[in-house]
């Protein structure tokens, strides 16, 4: 379980990030861009993420923001849109490509069309729950490389990605058994929507902040979180009072991106600043929910939450078959998609 593996997960996150964030940081405190003097901003960028205002998540997204505007002394200023504040979760990729915003923080699985890569890199079920060789994975087995020719190639610059806790269903009735999932309208875009087809159920795609909505009146009869927390903190457990106990994925990894041409008007230095300052928030996001996932299970448990039953060893077989399969298929989506699966396999052969 991943709250059982925090403190070794931590150590090796930091010890994969160290020397990343301490070469950054040189650079930008040799530009002086600690600077007490405040200049006018030089480049004004709007930031996009996929959470509402209040959020948890949300406030660490506009403490990305704020960093790269101390750190920058200014000369950055980044304008925070939460979900539905201008761009829907769906639209954010293409918006970034077209310069419509600056940066942003997209759901790959809201573009699995647009970015077949994108689906793989977050996380397909059936992949590792363990987020020390998801970090070896992006830093030291390529990952990084592949998935910033395949971004480049869309005209998107890829920052370092951060890791969020495993993702779980919360249904509006028990899951007896996977047979249960016959016939259900479960929002989970991309290769968790596959998943769930494979086990009979209906996927539907929508944004977070129209999760509850359509929970409450019967449009869906469950839902993905990106973790426990967004599941807490859209009061979901209101609208619906069981969780699965088997994750989709183990862990999700998202990536911050930049639009190409607004990057390419940055000078080194301010380069240098943003890509410390992402690599500042992926640390952040990590420590921050590992330690907020465990009080969102005790939060949603206050107001009812239950959990479905133990599945049978028949229910996880079906459940790992399910997973296994969509790593042939992905495989198929693209040149960057098979590569990415290549060196998982790899991997995870060893």
Request: no cysteine.
């Amino acid at each position: 379980m991943w709250l059982r593996k925090e403190s070794n997960v931590l150590k090796t996150l930091k010890r994969l990030k160290k020397s990343f964030i301490a070469g950054s940081l040189a650079v930008t405190l040799g530009a002086g861009v600690f600077a007490s003097a405040a200049q006018a901003a030089e480049h004004n960028w709007r930031f996009a993420n996929l959470y509402g205002r209040g959020t948890a998540f949300g406030a660490v997204y506009e403490d990305l923001a704020k960093n790269i505007e101390v750190m920058s002394d200014g000369r950055i200023k980044v304008q925070v849109l939460y979900s539905g504040e201008g761009v829907g979760t769906s639209g954010i990729l293409g918006a970034v490509k077209s310069g419509l915003i600056t940066m942003g923080a997209p759901f790959q699985s809201m573009h699995a069309g647009e970015l077949p890569a994108g689906v793989v890199e977050i996380g397909l079920p059936g992949g590792t729950d363990d987020v020390a060789e998801l970090a070896t994975l992006f830093h030291e087995r390529g990952w990084a490389e592949i998935l910033k020719e395949a971004y480049g190639e869309q005209g998107l610059v890829w920052l370092d990605p951060y890791i969020q806790p495993p993702v779980y269903i919360i249904t509006k009735e028990p899951i007896e058994s996977v047979e249960d999932f016959e016939g259900l309208k479960i929002r989970a875009p991309g290769a968790y929507g596959k998943f769930l087809r494979k086990l009979g159920a209906s996927p539907v795609s929508l944004a977070w902040s129209e999760i509850y909505t359509s929970l409450s009146t019967g449009v869906i009869d469950g839902s993905i979180g990106s973790n426990m927390i967004d599941h807490r903190d859209g009061n979901h457990v209101e609208v619906a009072k069981y969780m699965y106990p088997l994750p989709l994925a183990g862990a999700q990894v998202l990536p911050i991106i930049v639009n190409n041409s607004a990057w390419n008007k940055l000078s080194p230095d301010l380069k240098a600043i943003v890509k410390a300052a992402t690599t500042v928030h992926a640390q952040e996001q990590m420590t921050k929910s590992r330690l907020w996932e465990s009080q969102a299970v005790a939060d949603m448990e206050a107001k009812g939450l239950k959990w479905s039953p133990e599945p049978s060893e028949a229910d996880k077989a079906a459940w790992q078959e399910a997973g296994a399969e969509l790593w042939d298929e992905y495989a198929q989506e693209g040149e960057y998609s098979k590569r990415l699966i290549e060196v998982l396999k790899d991997v995870q052969g060893e």
